[in-house]
């Protein structure tokens, strides 16, 4: 048998952008002796799973709990459906360093061995890899994942993302935008680069576009500072000083900055405004209080100092902006106060590309399923790292 996923992997490599579905499953039934292949992708709020090639197809897998697809979605392992003429459905995740993207279906006239499945798996992982640079010249997999139109605010938002999850070495992280298809200026940002992780979220004000060409240009203004090799401090304060002298303090932008050591398990964190920490550890979730700065852009040369705190492996941490933890619809008490925290804990046996999920989950229900009022962004960190050194201080 001819290996699939080497085979795949040169295929895709000379086929156009829009057509990696088709040259996989064309590769899939010579290599396989597949006799159907679906590329499904994960809409924007992760709510479903929809046909590349068919996407407006009313029949598009939805994430039930009890749904193949999605226990093979939420599992990132390969999950077999046996159908009653024998006929096998491998369901395979499509992922690129911890980004869930979608599943790959690959049906086979009977059950496969463990080597098939293997084979399968690592083909679905050169698809993956494939979608994800073709996404740049190709608006296809991007119309398949959504369910309505986007504005055009929400347009800005997820086009400046750098994904919504990434794996790198001891570290799980996972975001998630709300509302997915209308979000104006909350957003958040990361980098991974040798030992170090740096994330940033933002809590941005106003609304519309005029709020998402605010957070684009203080996204990009940190990106510069950091891909210059700026340390959290100079990216906060050139971004706080472009974000002046181009509003002269009328707008500013409430950030949070963030750089994980993952090899000693420390946090190092600028806290310009109003998005919050927490940290699950052992069942309990507490807040991480740091010393509030200004938030960037309300006066010019404004200066920012760097706070310390250390992780423990098995922590995590969930960042969320005001739209999450002070979201207070009719008379209820804001979400921040218990429900988030009751929320945060049912996550415990979930990753983190679940968790953002589960808390997104429980706050639309606290809205009793009610539009939101504000943006939300949820972050969640996992840091499963054994090996800390030196002195940082407490919290």
Do not use: K
Not at 25 to 51: C, H, I, K, M, N
């Amino acid at each position: 048998m001819p290996e699939a996923s080497g085979s795949v992997s040169r295929a895709l490599r000379t086929a156009p952008p829009d057509q990696v579905a088709e040259t996989a499953d064309a590769v899939l039934r010579q290599t396989l002796g597949a006799t159907r292949t679906e590329v499904f992708v994960a809409d924007y709020r992760a709510s479903g799973l929809w046909p590349v090639r068919e996407p407006d197809r009313p029949d598009g897998v939805r994430l039930r709990s009890d749904g193949v697809a999605q226990r093979c979605f939420s599992s990132q392992q390969p999950v077999l459906d046996i159908v009653d003429d024998g006929r096998c459905r491998a369901y395979l995740p499509l992922s690129v360093w911890g980004e869930r993207l979608g599943v790959l279906m690959v049906e086979l006239p009977a059950a496969p061995d463990a080597a098939t499945v293997e084979e399968a798996r690592d083909a679905a992982g050169e698809v993956a890899m494939a979608m994800r640079a073709a996404d740049r010249e190709t608006d296809r997999y991007r119309r398949a994942r959504r369910r309505e139109r986007l504005s055009m605010a929400a347009e800005m938002q997820w086009d400046l993302l750098p994904g919504r999850s990434v794996r790198h070495g001891d570290v799980l992280l996972a975001g998630q935008l709300e509302p997915a298809y209308t979000v104006g200026g909350d957003h958040f940002d990361w980098s991974v680069d040798g030992d170090r992780l740096t994330v940033t979220v933002l809590n941005g004000t106003g609304s519309g576009l005029a709020a998402s060409m605010l957070t684009a240009m203080t996204v990009n203004a940190m990106r510069n500072a950091r891909r210059s090799g700026g340390s959290l401090v100079e990216q906060a304060e050139l971004a706080s000083d472009t974000i002046f002298y181009q509003h002269r303090g009328n707008r500013h932008v409430a950030t949070l900055l963030l750089e994980l050591d993952d090899r000693r398990g420390v946090v190092r964190a600028v806290d310009a405004g109003s998005p919050h920490v927490l940290r699950l550890r052992g069942g309990r979730v507490t807040r991480v209080t740091l010393d509030q700065q200004l938030p960037l852009g309300m006066f010019a040369e404004t200066r920012y100092d760097v706070q310390e705190f250390p992780l423990e492996p098995g922590d995590r941490l969930f960042v969320v902006s005001d739209g999450v933890y002070a979201a207070e619809p009719g008379d209820q008490e804001p979400y921040g106060v218990r429900a988030m925290a009751r929320s945060m804990r049912s996550t415990r046996l979930q990753p983190a590309t679940e968790a953002v999920g589960t808390v997104m989950r429980e706050l639309h229900a606290y809205h009793a399923d009610a539009d939101l009022r504000d943006d939300a962004v949820v972050v969640c960190l996992d840091w499963h790292g054994s090996d800390r050194s030196g002195d940082s201080a407490g919290q």
